[in-house]
């Protein structure tokens, strides 16, 4: 074993100590697969010294056998978490572990591996692939092929709008094919220890080979709420796209948000402010939502329920959870 292997080891034993002692641990067999292993470096992911980083800085580790007991009654949906992610506490983690279908909050990591390898200035132009999603119910930013569009924009068009077309597109251009572009994604929440999901494509309409956790949900979005620009991408409630048609021609769109907190359709608990999340919903993902806010403490809260019955149940449950926030 390496020097640099040595120091990433006893760094992960160290915080899984600390997890344990103040009820956020480390899963052992995550630590087991990623942690303590080059793969990711092999693949051009996290470096053991980025990785080490990140574990240091007061990531919430949790093994199954301290998440809450009992399970709080008024929590209906299938998995549920929040996180004091300014100290590194957990305020509640129900079955984060079990493997359950993201739908549309799947755009996270896309939206992560568009930051990390897209340049933000290119044009996009949007292919027939894209541009022809026959999926019924399929939320679409209404693109056509042909259509070329800046990066940066089109980003912000996805995140607000959760258009599957955007997503197709944004992979297309990034990695060449979808498929391409789902490697980068599992490899990238592999390189921040999020070893329990698989991706197979960039937007969440369901495949069976398509799943994640709520906790592997946490790891990626802690990432991405480092980035300023990933807080400006969902820290709006609408959005007008511009862009150049495949005609030639100059369009605009404008988009609501699907976050109902930032619409005004949800109001979130006396004290709480709402910075963004992501949402997602198919037939076999149920209601499901991760959210940044800031607690009437003033510090910052990652919250994530998974598999609510319906809209409105998940924002109730959504809002339950919220409550908790400075305690």
């Known amino acids: 074993m390496n ?53 240091s800085r007061d990531l919430c580790v949790i093994p199954k056998n301290k998440q809450t007991k009992p399970k709080d009654k008024a929590m209906t949906a299938k998995a549920s978490m929040i996180i004091n992610d300014t100290d590194g506490k957990m305020l509640y983690a129900n079955n984060i572990y079990q493997k359950l279908y993201p739908a549309s909050i799947t755009k996270i990591v896309t939206t992560y591996v568009a930051l990390k390898y897209g340049k933000m200035d290119d044009v996009v132009t949007v292919s027939y692939n894209a541009s022809h999603i026959t999926e019924y119910g399929a939320t679409l930013c209404g693109l056509q092929q042909g259509d070329q569009i800046v990066l940066w924009d089109l980003l912000n068009a996805f995140m607000v709008h959760s258009g599957n077309d955007a997503g197709i597109a944004i992979a297309e251009h ?38 994640t956790t709520a906790y592997d949900l946490y790891l990626i979005f802690r990432r991405l709420i480092q980035n300023d620009s990933f807080i400006q991408l969902i820290d709006q409630g609408h959005y007008t796209l511009k862009f150049q048609g495949g005609n030639g021609k100059k369009k605009k769109i404008s988009y609501l948000s699907t976050d109902r907190y930032l619409i005004g359709r949800a109001i979130a608990p006396k004290g709480v402010h709402v910075i963004g999340g992501k ?43 919220m409550s908790m926030e400075g305690r």
Not at 174 to 201: D, P, Q, R
Not at 287 to 316: E, H, M, N, T, W
């Open 174 to 211: 990034i990695a060449g094919s979808e498929k391409k572009f789902t490697k980068l994604m599992n490899k990238e929440m592999a390189a921040v220890g999020a070893v329990h999901s698989h991706f197979a494509n960039s937007h969440g309409l369901h495949s069976d080979n398509h799943y």
């Open 279 to 321: 949402t997602g919903t198919t037939f076999n993902a149920g209601s499901c939502l991760i959210l940044y806010s800031v607690g009437p403490d003033q510090k910052k809260y990652i919250s994530v329920v998974l598999k609510a019955d319906g809209g409105d149940d998940l924002y109730r449950q959504m809002n339950h959870l």
């Open 3 to 55: 020097m640099k292997r040595l120091t990433v080891y006893a760094c992960a034993i160290f915080l899984l100590s600390l997890g344990l002692l103040s009820g956020c641990g480390k899963e052992k067999n995550a630590l087991m697969d990623v942690r303590l292993t080059s793969n990711a470096d092999r693949e051009g992911g996290m470096s053991q010294s980025s990785t080490a980083e990140y574990l």
